[in-house]
């Protein structure tokens, strides 16, 4: 089987220097509701998040260099990078991960422990080419909770052929999301300038390696970094 083709813009790599993103495509996954492996996952990283940051507050976490990283980006939209509230209450707060699907989980455990922004995506409903670019702010799409929504001038996305997957600002879309039947499985990780290369790599495998605990025959098809 041919790796999964991403095409990269020369409109993303002019408008943003030093940023990188991230394709991790899997298959032969599962997707259940949920697993033994990874609730002591989640379990083993509430109880890290909230050893690291004990005694701490959200100014606290503002001033994190992948924090402020992304708080710059989202800043030029008029928005807070919302995954600096879902660290504050997991490990500031002491509310557990969502249960969500295995596959969704696995995701937000890598993407709250490593704050490296994630949208996950069902591969059977992604056709092909991926293509990275940012948003005219023409386009529309439909959210994940099924609204339909333009995309800010200028946010990072990832299409495919029948239109937009993902944005920084807005999201995942509905059409290729993940669900209960999920077999093969895309997740693209987006970073800013101040991230870089190593640690989006590593953000991949490990989000690999945690499909990998409920699904240990996964083939991944494609793990790759684009860097602008």
Known sequence: ????????????????????????????????????????????????????????????????????AYEAYYGTFGKTYHVLLQLESIALKGKPFASTGALVQIMFVAEIGNLILTAGHDLDHVVAPLTLDIAKGTESYMLYNGKPQTPKQSDMMISDAEGITSTVILGPDQRTRIHAGTKNVLFAAYAPAGIGKEAMRMHLEEIKNGVMLIAPDAATELLEVYEA
Not at 8 to 19: E, F, I, M
Not at 38 to 49: G, N, Y
């Open 1 to 68: 089987m041919n790796p999964l083709p991403f095409i990269v813009s020369d409109a993303w790599k002019t408008q943003y220097p030093s940023a990188v993103v991230g394709i991790l495509a899997m298959r032969d996954v599962t997707n259940p509701e949920s697993h033994p492996a990874i609730e002591a996952l989640k379990r083993e990283k509430e109880t890290e998040l909230r050893t690291r940051f004990a005694g701490q507050d959200r100014a606290a976490l503002k001033n994190l260099d992948r924090i402020k």
